[in-house]
């Protein structure tokens, strides 16, 4: 009947992941790219066969956890090399992990946490912060779209523009999670410690400390310079004001640091830090 069908149908997915999971074959990259989209979509870095799919409550019904869940029915387990989402400093968390173990979202709270997440193709603690790991981010506080590590890697899906309510319920959940006490957004809980090697080739801005020069990634592997101009430098290089050259040039960044700037112009920036 009803309930042989259904376990037939289990059988024929689990076959699936063991027969192909683990090849190179067009299915096996299909079905690698199904939990790749798990991860993103999800929030969650772990292991996607070891989740509550009760308890993780705003993820929708796909075939990939439809799976997931057949197998904890028939109490089965699956070893397997499918890759997991970076982490890109010492103590980096994935976001919506965190959020839910606060336990102080309601269903819908969490659904609309997960849409401006997808918004913002961000994962992570890191994709979130300031270089110096101190601050949330103006701009993701605010639900505006912009660079991080985890965007630039993954394929996301398209996301709708996320409502006032799920703004608002997102806000909270920043506040809560990292313990924000003002308006400068100052983070007092959840420090993301230093960035570890996999996330330096993914910054936009590196600083030459023996030449005092900016680079910015460009296309095709190049990097346009950009030379001190002025500002005041009370804190290392922080403040200091840079014009864009008009070369663009091929560099290894591997000796660089990592920058944060502001733009004041469209060929000005300010360093933020260093």
């Not at 979202?105 to 997808?118: A, H, V």
Request: charge should be positive.
């Amino acid at each position: 009947g009803v309930k042989n069908l259904h376990a037939l149908q289990a059988i024929h997915h689990i076959s699936l992941l063991l027969d192909h999971g683990g090849t190179n074959t067009l299915t096996g990259r299909l079905l690698r790219l199904v939990a790749e989209s798990f991860h993103i979509e999800s929030g969650i870095g772990g292991d996607p066969f070891k989740y509550d799919t009760k308890q993780y409550v705003w993820i929708s019904s796909t075939w990939f956890t439809d799976t997931i869940k057949s197998m904890q029915q028939y109490r089965l387990t699956l070893n397997h090399n499918l890759s997991k989402p970076y982490q890109w400093t010492d103590n980096d968390r994935f976001l919506m992990e965190e959020i839910f173990s606060l336990h102080i979202f309601q269903r819908n709270e969490l659904m609309w946490i997960n849409e401006i997440q997808l918004h913002l193709q961000v994962m992570t603690f890191s994709d979130l912060v300031t270089l110096d790991g101190r601050f949330v981010k103006e701009e993701c506080y605010e639900g505006v779209r912009m660079n991080s590590h985890s965007k630039r890697v993954y394929s996301w899906p398209n996301a709708a523009t996320p409502s006032s309510s799920s703004l608002r319920t997102w806000q909270r959940a920043l506040r809560v999670l990292f313990n924000i006490t003002d308006d400068s957004m100052r983070i007092t809980r959840h420090y993301i410690g230093g960035w570890n090697r996999r996330s330096i080739p993914f910054f936009e801005w590196f600083f030459n400390d023996n030449s005092d020069t900016l680079y910015k990634r460009e296309d095709h592997g190049q990097f346009s310079a950009w030379e001190y101009n002025m500002g005041r430098r009370n804190t290392r290089y922080s403040h200091g004001i840079y014009v864009r050259n008009r070369n663009k040039v091929h560099i290894s960044y591997h000796n660089l640091c990592p920058a944060e700037v502001m733009f004041l112009e469209t060929t000005k920036v300010q360093i933020l830090s260093v």
